[in-house]
């Protein structure tokens, strides 16, 4: 006997997306409802509710848009190593040292030119 392959359930917006599409359209519904008091009570509903059905979609649309950005920020957290724990990891295609010294200039030694040093004291000005 094969055994049948479940369906594929449809997949559910989480939690917190119906909890913020209901506060977006919360907040548009009372919106909708200060801007259509102009009109009397029946303004009052009617902009309730193009309010409400306005402020849904934009929570929707910033909560989309929110998960995008977020995902996107995995991805390329996954590829400089910040996820992937091997940032920083000694992978340059570069010589070892021979020496072990540091070089001229970064001593402070082999100035090419006869300006002062940012780091030292205040510089004369240039005239």
């Known amino acids: 006997m094969a055994k049948k392959k479940k369906a594929d359930p449809v997949p559910e917006k989480p939690t917190h997306h119906l909890l ?27 902009g309730a509710v193009i309010g409400a059905v306005a402020g849904a979609i934009a929570a929707s ?38 020496v072990g010294a540091y070089s001229g200039a970064s001593a402070g030694s082999d100035a090419s030119d006869e300006e002062e040093p940012a780091e030292g004291p205040m510089q004369t000005p240039e005239t």
């Open 20 to 46: 913020h599409d209901a506060e977006g359209a919360a907040s548009g519904a009372v919106a909708g409802a200060v801007l259509g008091s102009i009109a009397g009570p029946p303004g009052v509903v009617a």
């Open 61 to 98: 649309a910033l909560d989309t848009d929110a998960e995008k950005q977020s995902e996107r920020t995995r991805e390329l957290d996954e590829v400089i190593g910040v996820s992937g724990g091997d940032l920083g990891a000694p992978n340059l295609k570069h010589p070892p040292a021979t």
